[in-house]
């Protein structure tokens, strides 16, 4: 397998419906974007089933929530991000300054009345490390929780050969599997890619993650499991926040015997 960078500007989603790559990495509410637009992308496993997605805050606000930290201060956030739309729908944000979200931790190291978005694998780990006491609110338990890190392929492909689509999801499942038992290999490996991430970091960053991938769920059907229930909560939010006209079909993304 030949494994290509992905990350912010990189078009998976686009890049696997047109056949440039056989498989990639997205997120549930992306891939339910393209099939509403006809993209042939087909979810097979969901590795994060407690989505990382999450607003970070300071220790001393007291905040004991995402509803709190909106009431005042500075809020960096992407908006046209979906779980961005689901906050300011149920919350508002007319009582924070909104301001871009710029990718790392140093205005929040430096102000004590500034949140932003960010991972609950990386960010608060990277604030922590700076001196900063970070409480972190995940955004899935103010109900709006997609998959993460889900693999993707072409329905056309799983038509065509199934047996190759059934041994990657296996294979990707047993490195998940690996990687959670003991992350140290994958860890080294991840440094050489990632100078700027410490070894203690990356130690730390696998623990976070955890939780939000063996959960009792994933415990009962599997890891990478997918629900019928949850796609069609997902699909009916994005809706709702008009960042759908219309749902896709569920069925279609459902592939049985992985």
């Known amino acids: 397998v030949e494994i290509l960078g992905g990350g912010a500007g990189v078009p998976v989603v686009q890049m696997v419906a047109g056949g440039q790559v056989d498989f990639g990495i997205s997120g549930a509410d992306e891939v339910l974007t393209a099939r509403a637009r006809g993209a042939d992308v087909l979810p097979l496993l969901a590795v994060f089933q407690t989505s990382p997605q999450a607003i970070m805050t300071h220790e001393g606000r007291g905040a004991k929530g995402i509803a709190d930290v909106l009431k005042s201060g500075t809020l960096a956030i992407e908006p046209g ?10 919350y508002g944000f007319d009582k924070v300054k909104v301001v871009p979200y710029d990718g790392g931790v140093a205005r929040f190291v430096a102000d004590k009345d500034f949140s932003q978005q960010c991972f609950i694998t ?10 900063s006491d970070p409480a972190t609110f995940l955004v899935a338990s103010e109900g709006f929780n997609p998959y993460v890190v889900v693999v993707i392929t072409r ?3 799983w038509k065509e050969n199934p047996e190759r689509v059934r041994a990657f999801a296996r294979a990707t499942r047993e490195g998940w599997r690996a990687y959670l038992h003991d992350p140290t290999r994958a860890n080294a490996v991840m440094a050489k890619l990632n100078t700027s991430m410490d070894a203690e970091t990356f130690v730390a960053a696998a623990e976070a993650q955890r939780p939000l991938i063996e959960t009792p769920e994933a415990k009962e059907k599997g890891l990478g499991a997918m629900t019928r229930e949850r796609w069609e909560t997902l699909a009916k939010q994005l809706v709702d926040l008009g960042v759908l006209q219309k749902a896709p079909t569920i069925d279609d993304l459902l592939v ?3």
Not at 81 to 87: D, K, R
Not at 122 to 131: L, M, Q, T, Y
């Open 155 to 157: 329905a056309a492909l």
């Open 256 to 258: 049985a015997a992985l």
């Open 122 to 131: 990386a960010e608060p780990i990277a604030a922590r490390r700076k001196g």
């Open 81 to 90: 991000l979906p779980y961005a739309a689901y906050l300011k729908k149920k």
